[in-house]
C-alpha cells in the first residue's frame, strides 16, 4: 500500500481558515467513511482530532472539520490560532486488514 | 483514565531481534473490543502502521513488513508486545503503542520509545 498524498506545508495567519488534502485511492480514502487525523507536535505523540471522516472526538475543538470527496479527504482549520502549529497525519483503512497513513503536513501558523 | 506506556531496548544490533512491550493501566486490555495497536516513526519522518493485535488474538500486519512482525498480547499482565526479526537501520524509528477504537481510530498513545538499530 503507498503513502495517502498530503502537502508538505501549508500555512496560515492567525484567524485565517486552512485546509489540509489527503489524497488516496478508490481502495482506500474513496472507498471507506474511515479516514482520521492527528495533530502531532514537535516530540510529542500523535493526537487524533477527526476520525470516520467528520466526527471529533470529546475536548478536541470545533475549529476543526473533516471532509471527503472522492478519493480525497480534507481537514479544514477555523480561526487559526498560534498552538496549532504542528504535523497533520491523515489515515485512512485500506481494506482486509491494512491501515495506511499520509507524509504529513507541516502547518505554520505566520 | 487508560494510559499506554511502552518499555524495551533503545538500541539494537543489525539482523537482531527489535522487542517492545506496551503495557495497559487505568483498563483492562479485554475489555471493549480494541485494536492494540503498534505505530512507528522513523526520524524526520511520517507515521507508519505495523499492526494490531485484538484481545482474542487475532492480529493483523502491515504486509510491507512481510514476516518479521510478531504482535502477541499478555491479558494477565495488561500487556501487549512487539517482536521484529531481522531489524536493519532502516527499522530506527520512535515506536508508539496505541489502543484503536477501530481500524484507523487511535485514541490513547504511549509516549512513544525511540529504537535505534546500530553495531
Known amino acids: 500500500q503507498s503513502a495517502l498524498t498530503q502537502p508538505a506545508s501549508v500555512s496560515g495567519s492567525p484567524g485565517q481558515s486552512i485546509t489540509i488534502s489527503c489524497t488516496g485511492t478508490?481502495?482506500?480514502?474513496?472507498?471507506?467513511?474511515?479516514v482520521s487525523w492527528y495533530q502531532q507536535h514537535p516530540g510529542k505523540a500523535p493526537k487524533l482530532m477527526i476520525y470516520?471522516?467528520?466526527e471529533r472526538p470529546s475536548g478536541v475543538s470545533n475549529r476543526f472539520s473533516g471532509s471527503k470527496s472522492g478519493n480525497t479527504a480534507s481537514l479544514t482549520i477555523s480561526g487559526l490560532q498560534a498552538e496549532d502549529e504542528a504535523h497533520y497525519y491523515c489515515?485512512?483503512?485500506?481494506?482486509?486488514?491494512?491501515?495506511?497513513f499520509g507524509g504529513g503536513t507541516k502547518l505554520t501558523v505566520l | 483514565q487508560v494510559q499506554l506506556q511502552e518499555s524495551g531496548p533503545g538500541l539494537v544490533k543489525p539482523s537482531q531481534i527489535l522487542s517492545l512491550t506496551c503495557t495497559v493501566s487505568?483498563?483492562?486490555?479485554?475489555?471493549?473490543?480494541?485494536?492494540w495497536t503498534w505505530i512507528r516513526q522513523p526520524p524526520g519522518k511520517g507515521l507508519e502502521w505495523i499492526g494490531y493485535?485484538?484481545?482474542?488474538?487475532?492480529?493483523f500486519h502491515n504486509p510491507s513488513l512481510k514476516s518479521r512482525v510478531t504482535i502477541s498480547i499478555d491479558t494477565s499482565k495488561n500487556q501487549f508486545s512487539l517482536t521484529l526479526s531481522s531489524v536493519t537501520a532502516a527499522d530506527t524509528a520512535v515506536y508508539y503503542c496505541?489502543?484503536?477504537?477501530?481500524?484507523?481510530?487511535?485514541?490513547?498513545w504511549g509516549q512513544g520509545t525511540m529504537v535505534t538499530v546500530s553495531s
Open positions: 478508490s481502495s482506500d480514502v474513496g472507498n471507506y467513511n474511515l
Open positions: 487505568g483498563g483492562s486490555i479485554s475489555s471493549g473490543d480494541y485494536y
Open positions: 470516520e471522516v467528520t
Open positions: 493485535i485484538r484481545y482474542s488474538g487475532s492480529t
Open positions: 489515515c485512512s483503512y485500506a481494506g482486509g486488514t491494512t491501515v495506511v
Open positions: 496505541a489502543r484503536g477504537n477501530g481500524y484507523d481510530d487511535f485514541d490513547i
